[in-house]
């Protein structure tokens, strides 16, 4: 995407805007970017600090920023790759005194849809409650990555149990996460994990594991035949990981060894004729698996998908030759060195020259989780944490609901190869913007910045405060450091004089600055004079709402 032009026409409320002007860097032999892995080693200042944390996390909140500025690029990537507390289990938030955790406790048909919506509303709160971390935003990846679907699965427990696997190892070792992922219930039921059996084997999870979720397909040579792998290894594969199947009262896998096949499964040439030997017990099945994931991991196609992968969730869609040759090849090789730990790409990404381009700022589009969770962590709104839980649980549910509208239905996915702003060429991340979707995202924070944003059941009205705004700008009296330092806090670039005039005449409508610092100062001297008050307010609530539906605001 040329993001200079893409949101033109598109302003405020949908009106006419000018095209964005920030420009990507360039070279003389056409790439986009040609830095590579190597570590940064230009300016560390508040620009790059923010850019990271808008990448890491679901946006950057004045606080984190402040935690961060005086810390090294390497003292923030530590504490970024830190894991964190392992959260309470989701609530009951019509019971908190529930004596039995119901995602531990038997299935409960009747209430397993209002079960799912707890799961949600549970996620999403921990999503907008975040530490200084990547472990919520490397639990979305994940989530997008090995897909599951709550309308499939149909068990609200397996979901969550499946949200906590991703959590517990989203900063550790692909290899076991791949393992785990395999015999995760809710995994077994969505791709038929648990009917694939001797003599009737089910290729549906064989074939994801190694198109979508490991190695790739790569180009078709020929019918049956493609880069990575054949149709024959698909079915080999099936017949590996037979046997398995889900247990609804453990909430876990079982295996049934009369339904594994215990033949030898031959590969093709393209995993070098590997030969997997048959057994006809449950370790020498998981002993198959073992040293099928090994095949697969083993060859170099596969670091390099997961890596891509890795690059259009953190970086960018786009990923050119040079791209490819200094970046893509050498976090494959850190993968494979490290024994598939993500942790040490991760830091290496996070630390790279590549990452802070100046062509890498500012230019992705926002998915649909990071612009509802990353708007609301930049404020304060005291509903969304009221004393009882089944209020709160409508605030957070209505939350999830916007987000699904705006195309990212958290557990609901569109098919197993997630959400297409990932993998769609050559839209990619374009794929969040449409007629339908733009009017969304622009709604949202209207209503949130002036008109009230309505959570379910009547329950409250989410509104920003415009007051609090003045506490994140070091002189809110001077009208230039009220725009250009709100701009910093929400755009990742600066703005340009045309624009910061553009901003300021909806503050201040035909009014000189001083109007603005007299104003400020008179409200300042009485600040329970609620005319005063309503005054100042006014004028910052009509500044935010023109500022966030800003095309700007909508790229990270």
Request: proline share 5%.
């Amino acid at each position: 995407m040329n993001r200079r032009t893409f949101f033109a026409g598109v302003g405020p409320g949908g009106e006419p805007a000018s095209p964005l002007h920030h420009s990507s860097s360039g070279n003389a032999a056409g790439y986009r970017v040609s830095s590579g892995l190597e570590p940064y080693t230009g300016p560390w200042g508040r620009q790059q600090s923010v850019h990271l944390l808008r990448r890491a996390m679901f946006g950057a909140r004045k606080q984190d920023i402040d935690t961060v500025q005086g810390m090294t690029l390497s003292t923030v990537v530590d504490l970024l790759l830190q894991p964190g507390p392992t959260p309470p289990l989701p609530p009951d938030y019509n019971d908190a005194n529930a004596s039995t955790a119901w995602s531990t406790a038997a299935y409960n048909s009747s209430r397993d849809g209002a079960y799912l919506a707890y799961t949600l509303s549970w996620w999403s709160d921990l999503m907008l409650n975040q530490a200084i971390s990547l472990r919520e935003k490397m639990t979305l990846f994940w989530h997008n990555h090995f897909v599951s679907t709550w309308t499939s699965v149909k068990d609200s427990r397996y979901m969550y149990r499946q949200n906590a696997l991703f959590r517990q190892h989203a900063l550790g070792n692909f290899k076991e996460l791949a393992k785990q992922v395999t015999l995760d219930p809710a995994m077994l039921r969505y791709l038929n994990g648990n009917t694939n059996k001797k003599g009737t084997p089910n290729e549906n999870y064989a074939r994801e594991l190694q198109e979508l979720f490991t190695i790739g397909k790569g180009p078709e040579i020929s019918p049956g035949n493609y880069t990575n792998y054949t149709e024959d290894d698909i079915k080999a594969a099936a017949r590996v990981l037979t046997g398995y199947s889900d247990d609804a009262g453990g909430i876990k896998y079982k295996f049934t060894a009369s339904n594994h096949d215990g033949g030898n499964k031959v590969f093709s040439a393209n995993y070098g004729g590997k030969v997997i030997t048959g057994r006809n017990n449950e370790s020498g099945a998981m002993a198959e698996l073992d040293e099928l994931l090994e095949m697969i991991l083993g060859q170099e196609a596969t670091s390099l998908y997961i890596c891509r992968k890795l690059y259009r969730w953190f970086v960018y869609y786009q990923i050119d030759a040079a791209t490819e040759q200094n970046v893509i090849a050498p976090m494959a090789q850190l993968l494979r060195s490290n024994n598939f730990d993500v942790a040490p790409v991760l830091r290496a990404l996070f630390s790279s020259a590549h990452f802070y381009d100046v062509a890498n700022i500012g230019c992705m589009i926002k998915n649909p989780v990071d612009l509802v969770i990353g708007t609301l962590r930049l404020f304060t709104f005291p509903a969304l944490n009221p004393d009882k839980l089944n209020f709160k649980y409508f605030g957070l549910r209505t939350l999830r609901r916007t987000m699904a509208a705006m195309q990212a239905d958290l557990m609901g996915h569109p098919n197993v190869a997630g959400w297409p702003a990932y993998w769609q060429e050559p839209v990619f991340h374009k794929a969040w913007i449409n007629a339908d979707t733009l009017q969304k995202r622009v709604k949202f924070t209207n209503d949130l910045a002036a008109d009230g944003y309505k959570l379910d059941e009547g329950y409250d009205t989410l509104l920003i405060d415009p007051i609090e705004v003045s506490t994140f700008i070091s002189d809110p009296s001077d009208v230039s450091k009220l725009i250009d330092e709100t701009a910093a806090l929400l755009f990742p670039f600066s703005i340009t004089p045309r624009q910061h005039d553009q901003i300021k005449a909806v503050l201040l409508p035909g009014l000189p600055d001083y109007e603005w610092t007299v104003e400020w100062e008179d409200y300042q001297k009485e600040p329970t004079n609620e005319s005063k008050k309503k005054a100042v307010a006014g004028k910052l609530a009509a500044m935010l709402k023109f500022m966030l539906a800003m095309a700007e605001y909508q790229l990270s």
